[in-house]
């Protein structure tokens, strides 16, 4: 156990729809990232929020934003979705000190 | 930009045997991380090991060591004396040294078989 907690732990939406998933980062975390991880495939990074600011960006369109909490859990949401946002969306935190992060179990998402 | 390049999709290895698995990477930093991480079916990315690329000594992890040949660019993994817990998605990971930014580049994976 990693101490960093993802929910829900699947979703089905449709598309076009918004769907919005949650982090909460292990304690004394102040940095949480998102990733996208296709079928198949590594993950891919989304967006970093330190401190409640998002402080660094993938190469994912603006339909994809977040937040981060006072308490530094975070939320990715995602607009207008479409067929291929159907992943596994992991969120890790870490700190400056840690050098490298800890996952959550990560949200299946199926968008049909 | 980095890339982090995993070239065997899948691979099988009798149990107590040992494996290793390949990573090779590109990027033009000096200083910088390098993982492996276990993602089983239960989707939970692992922390397997942790090499920091200023460290010439390989890291180990009990059953779990590296082969790190910077110049190379080659970050490899053996694993000793396989377990059946052991099935599951391996991937390798590169991460710049840089203040408050982590951002992971993952390689596509390798599936681990270990068989009775």
């Known amino acids: 156990e990693t101490g960093v907690t993802q929910s829900p732990t699947h979703l089905i939406k449709t598309r076009g729809q918004q769907v919005t998933l949650r982090c909460s980062s292990q304690?004394?975390?102040?940095?949480v990232s998102w990733y996208q991880q296709a079928l198949g495939q590594g993950p891919q990074f989304i967006f970093q929020?330190?401190?409640?600011?998002?402080?660094g960006r993938g190469n994912f369109p603006p339909r994809f934003s977040g937040l981060q909490f006072p308490n530094y859990s975070s939320e990715l949401n995602v607009n207008a979705l479409e067929l291929d946002d159907s992943a596994l969306y992991l969120c890790a935190s870490s700190s400056r000190e840690l050098g490298g992060a800890f996952f959550g179990q990560g949200t299946r998402l199926t968008v049909v | 930009a980095q890339t982090v390049t995993q070239s065997q999709p899948e691979m099988s290895v009798q149990e107590a045997e040992t494996v290793t698995l390949s990573c090779t990477y590109d990027t033009s930093e000096s200083n910088y991380y390098l993982f492996w991480y276990k993602q089983p079916p239960s989707r939970q990315m692992i922390l397997v090991i942790r090499?920091?690329?200023?460290?010439?000594q390989n890291a180990t992890e009990n059953r779990f060591s590296v082969n790190f040949q910077k110049a190379a660019k080659s970050f490899s993994l053996k694993i000793s004396d396989s377990q059946l817990g052991d099935t599951a998605m391996y991937f390798c990971?590169?991460?710049?040294?840089?203040?408050?930014?982590?951002?992971?580049?993952f390689g596509s994976g390798t599936k681990l078989n270990v068989k009775p």
């Open positions: 090499q920091e690329a200023y460290k010439q």
């Open positions: 304690s004394g975390h102040n940095t």
């Open positions: 929020y330190y401190r409640e600011e998002e402080n």
């Open positions: 990971a590169f991460m710049k040294h840089q203040y408050n930014f982590n951002k992971f580049y």
